[in-house]
Protein backbone atom coordinates (compact mmCIF):
# COMPACT_ATOMS: atom_id res chain seq x y z
CA UNK A 1 0.00 0.00 0.00
CA UNK A 2 1.60 2.90 -1.33
CA UNK A 3 -0.18 5.66 0.58
CA UNK A 4 0.34 3.72 3.47
CA UNK A 5 3.89 3.65 3.47
CA UNK A 6 4.00 7.78 2.79
CA UNK A 7 1.57 8.41 5.45
CA UNK A 8 4.23 6.40 7.65
CA UNK A 9 7.39 8.01 6.34
CA UNK A 10 5.95 11.45 6.45
CA UNK A 11 4.71 11.24 9.89
CA UNK A 12 8.09 9.85 11.50
CA UNK A 13 9.75 12.50 10.17
CA UNK A 14 7.57 14.86 12.65
CA UNK A 15 7.98 12.34 15.52
CA UNK A 16 12.17 12.34 14.84
CA UNK A 17 12.15 15.39 14.68
CA UNK A 18 10.69 15.85 18.26
CA UNK A 19 13.07 12.68 19.28
CA UNK A 20 16.39 14.98 17.83
CA UNK A 21 15.24 17.65 19.98
CA UNK A 22 14.95 16.20 23.42
CA UNK A 23 18.34 14.64 22.56
CA UNK A 24 19.98 17.78 22.10
CA UNK A 25 18.46 19.21 24.58
CA UNK A 26 19.33 15.83 27.20
CA UNK A 27 23.10 15.82 25.94
CA UNK A 28 24.43 18.77 28.22
CA UNK A 29 22.71 18.05 31.03
CA UNK A 30 23.53 14.23 30.74
CA UNK A 31 27.15 15.32 30.80
CA UNK A 32 26.63 17.00 33.93
CA UNK A 33 25.21 14.52 35.56
CA UNK A 34 27.97 11.96 34.49
CA UNK A 35 30.54 14.45 35.89
CA UNK A 36 28.46 14.99 39.09
CA UNK A 37 28.10 10.89 39.18
CA UNK A 38 32.16 10.34 38.91
CA UNK A 39 32.72 13.04 41.52
CA UNK A 40 30.16 11.84 44.00
CA UNK A 41 28.48 15.22 44.46
CA UNK A 42 24.82 13.06 45.42
CA UNK A 43 23.02 16.43 46.18
CA UNK A 44 24.07 18.42 43.23
CA UNK A 45 22.86 14.94 40.66
CA UNK A 46 19.71 14.76 42.55
CA UNK A 47 18.92 18.30 41.95
CA UNK A 48 20.04 18.75 38.54
CA UNK A 49 18.20 15.82 37.33
CA UNK A 50 14.83 16.09 38.59
CA UNK A 51 15.30 20.09 37.41
CA UNK A 52 16.10 18.81 34.25
CA UNK A 53 13.94 15.79 33.64
CA UNK A 54 11.03 18.63 34.07
CA UNK A 55 12.33 21.12 32.21
CA UNK A 56 12.73 18.14 28.90
CA UNK A 57 9.09 17.02 29.66
CA UNK A 58 7.64 20.77 29.56
CA UNK A 59 9.54 21.70 26.89
CA UNK A 60 8.91 18.22 25.39
CA UNK A 61 4.96 18.59 26.27
CA UNK A 62 5.11 22.24 24.75
CA UNK A 63 5.94 20.54 21.02
CA UNK A 64 3.88 18.18 21.24
CA UNK A 65 0.85 20.08 21.46
CA UNK A 66 1.96 22.78 18.81
CA UNK A 67 2.70 19.99 15.92
CA UNK A 68 -0.66 18.29 17.23
CA UNK A 69 -2.50 21.32 16.33
CA UNK A 70 -0.98 22.42 13.66
CA UNK A 71 0.94 19.51 11.55
CA UNK A 72 -2.46 18.51 10.02
CA UNK A 73 -1.93 22.04 8.00
CA UNK A 74 1.61 21.65 7.28
CA UNK A 75 1.45 18.04 6.36
CA UNK A 76 -1.40 19.03 3.20
CA UNK A 77 0.85 22.24 2.11
CA UNK A 78 3.74 19.39 2.25
CA UNK A 79 1.87 16.63 0.40
CA UNK A 80 -0.05 19.09 -1.70
CA UNK A 81 -3.16 17.14 -0.32
CA UNK A 82 -2.24 14.12 -2.51
CA UNK A 83 -2.17 11.64 0.65
CA UNK A 84 -4.80 11.54 3.19
CA UNK A 85 -3.92 13.02 6.85
CA UNK A 86 -3.80 9.75 9.02
CA UNK A 87 -4.57 11.37 13.00
CA UNK A 88 -4.47 8.52 14.93
CA UNK A 89 -0.80 7.73 13.40
CA UNK A 90 -0.21 11.37 14.33
CA UNK A 91 -1.61 11.01 17.14
CA UNK A 92 0.33 8.07 18.89
CA UNK A 93 3.66 8.78 17.88
CA UNK A 94 3.53 12.03 18.93
CA UNK A 95 1.75 11.51 22.40
CA UNK A 96 4.81 8.73 22.85
CA UNK A 97 7.88 10.94 21.78
CA UNK A 98 6.37 13.11 24.55
CA UNK A 99 6.03 10.72 27.40
CA UNK A 100 9.05 8.89 26.02
CA UNK A 101 10.87 12.38 26.61
CA UNK A 102 12.10 12.16 30.62
CA UNK A 103 13.98 8.58 29.32
CA UNK A 104 16.18 10.70 26.85
CA UNK A 105 17.83 12.01 29.95
CA UNK A 106 17.73 8.68 31.47
CA UNK A 107 19.48 7.25 28.86
CA UNK A 108 22.21 10.39 28.10
CA UNK A 109 22.99 9.92 31.86
CA UNK A 110 23.51 6.14 31.13
CA UNK A 111 25.85 6.90 28.52
CA UNK A 112 27.43 8.98 30.56
CA UNK A 113 27.76 7.19 33.70
CA UNK A 114 29.02 3.61 32.76
CA UNK A 115 26.44 1.72 33.06
CA UNK A 116 26.88 -0.54 30.08
CA UNK A 117 25.49 -3.64 31.20
CA UNK A 118 22.17 -1.99 32.13
CA UNK A 119 22.71 -0.38 28.50
CA UNK A 120 23.16 -3.59 26.61
CA UNK A 121 20.11 -5.25 28.43
CA UNK A 122 17.90 -2.67 28.00
CA UNK A 123 18.63 -1.90 24.33
CA UNK A 124 17.80 -6.08 23.87
CA UNK A 125 14.51 -6.56 25.29
CA UNK A 126 13.37 -3.20 23.84
CA UNK A 127 14.74 -4.84 20.23
CA UNK A 128 13.02 -8.11 21.07
CA UNK A 129 9.65 -6.51 22.33
CA UNK A 130 9.34 -4.06 19.01
CA UNK A 131 10.06 -7.41 16.83
CA UNK A 132 7.10 -8.94 18.27
CA UNK A 133 4.69 -6.28 18.69
CA UNK A 134 5.40 -5.05 14.87
CA UNK A 135 5.22 -8.80 13.59
CA UNK A 136 1.98 -8.99 15.34
CA UNK A 137 -0.12 -5.68 14.92
CA UNK A 138 1.60 -4.13 11.39
CA UNK A 139 -0.68 -7.00 9.39
CA UNK A 140 -3.85 -5.94 10.90
CA UNK A 141 -3.48 -2.31 11.39
CA UNK A 142 -0.86 -1.33 8.94
CA UNK A 143 1.30 1.85 10.05
CA UNK A 144 -0.79 2.39 13.30
CA UNK A 145 0.16 -0.96 14.10
CA UNK A 146 3.74 -0.14 13.52
CA UNK A 147 3.44 3.29 15.87
CA UNK A 148 1.87 1.20 18.12
CA UNK A 149 4.91 -1.11 18.38
CA UNK A 150 7.02 1.75 18.26
CA UNK A 151 5.86 3.67 21.17
CA UNK A 152 4.60 0.62 23.40
CA UNK A 153 8.29 -0.93 23.07
CA UNK A 154 9.92 2.69 23.95
CA UNK A 155 7.25 3.43 26.66
CA UNK A 156 7.81 0.02 28.48
CA UNK A 157 11.42 -0.70 28.32
CA UNK A 158 13.67 2.41 28.06
CA UNK A 159 10.37 4.46 30.06
CA UNK A 160 9.39 2.23 32.13
CA UNK A 161 12.58 -0.31 32.87
CA UNK A 162 15.11 2.06 32.46
CA UNK A 163 13.73 5.40 33.69
CA UNK A 164 12.57 4.10 36.93
CA UNK A 165 16.26 2.22 37.60
CA UNK A 166 18.00 5.77 37.07
CA UNK A 167 15.37 7.16 39.20
CA UNK A 168 15.25 4.37 41.95
CA UNK A 169 19.38 4.88 41.88
CA UNK A 170 19.52 8.95 41.43
CA UNK A 171 16.35 10.23 43.42
CA UNK A 172 14.86 10.11 47.12
CA UNK A 173 11.90 10.55 45.84
CA UNK A 174 11.24 8.83 42.34
CA UNK A 175 7.21 7.43 42.33
CA UNK A 176 6.40 11.53 43.25
CA UNK A 177 9.04 13.00 41.04
CA UNK A 178 7.21 10.45 37.92
CA UNK A 179 3.75 11.66 38.82
CA UNK A 180 5.20 15.15 39.29
CA UNK A 181 6.25 14.60 35.06
CA UNK A 182 2.60 12.93 34.10
CA UNK A 183 1.08 15.98 35.53
CA UNK A 184 2.97 18.37 33.66
CA UNK A 185 2.47 15.85 30.49
CA UNK A 186 -1.65 16.39 31.48
CA UNK A 187 -1.28 19.65 31.80
CA UNK A 188 0.42 21.08 29.16
CA UNK A 189 -0.46 18.82 26.07
CA UNK A 190 -4.21 19.43 26.16
CA UNK A 191 -4.09 23.27 26.93
CA UNK A 192 -1.94 23.84 23.87
CA UNK A 193 -3.55 21.73 21.60
CA UNK A 194 -6.65 23.34 22.46
CA UNK A 195 -5.07 26.46 22.02
CA UNK A 196 -3.95 25.82 18.41
CA UNK A 197 -7.07 24.10 17.70
CA UNK A 198 -9.20 27.55 18.24
CA UNK A 199 -6.74 29.81 16.57
CA UNK A 200 -7.21 27.09 13.40
CA UNK A 201 -10.93 27.59 13.65
CA UNK A 202 -10.62 31.74 14.40
CA UNK A 203 -8.37 32.34 11.49
CA UNK A 204 -9.76 32.45 8.25
CA UNK A 205 -8.15 31.53 4.70
CA UNK A 206 -5.64 28.49 4.05
CA UNK A 207 -2.36 27.77 2.47
CA UNK A 208 1.39 28.88 3.44
CA UNK A 209 0.33 32.37 4.71
CA UNK A 210 -2.62 30.77 7.18
CA UNK A 211 -0.42 28.27 8.34
CA UNK A 212 2.60 30.84 9.40
CA UNK A 213 -0.10 33.59 10.52
CA UNK A 214 -2.04 30.54 12.93
CA UNK A 215 1.85 29.40 14.11
CA UNK A 216 2.91 33.25 15.12
CA UNK A 217 -0.63 33.37 17.03
CA UNK A 218 -0.09 30.59 18.99
CA UNK A 219 3.68 31.11 19.57
CA UNK A 220 3.12 34.50 21.08
CA UNK A 221 0.24 33.51 23.39
CA UNK A 222 2.32 30.89 24.60
CA UNK A 223 4.97 32.67 25.24
CA UNK A 224 2.88 35.12 27.02
CA UNK A 225 1.36 32.54 28.85
CA UNK A 226 5.37 31.45 29.95
CA UNK A 227 6.77 35.40 30.65
CA UNK A 228 5.69 35.11 34.46
CA UNK A 229 8.88 32.40 34.43
CA UNK A 230 11.46 35.14 33.38
CA UNK A 231 11.01 35.98 37.00
CA UNK A 232 13.54 34.75 39.25
CA UNK A 233 11.20 34.14 42.30
CA UNK A 234 8.73 32.56 40.09
CA UNK A 235 11.26 29.95 38.84
CA UNK A 236 12.37 29.35 42.06
CA UNK A 237 9.21 28.46 43.50
CA UNK A 238 8.61 26.05 40.83
CA UNK A 239 11.44 24.43 41.12
CA UNK A 240 10.84 24.08 44.89
CA UNK A 241 7.77 21.98 43.63
CA UNK A 242 10.00 19.41 41.65
CA UNK A 243 10.57 16.46 43.94
CA UNK A 244 13.65 15.31 43.84
Not at 53 to 61: N, Q, R
Not at 136 to 156: E, R
Amino acid sequence: DRVAVAQWGVTRVVAGLLRAVCTQLAQPLAVELGHDHAVGDTARLRALYARGSALLTLLAGVLVSGLLAFWPDFFALWTRSAIPYDAHLTFVLLIGAGVSAPATLALGYCYCSDRGALLARVKAVQLALFLLLSFLLTPQFGPLGMAIAVVASDVAVQSGWLSFVILRQTLANPLRHVLFLFSVIAAVIPSGWLLGALIRSSVPGTGLVHFFVECALWAIVAAIAASPFLQRGMRARVEALIPN
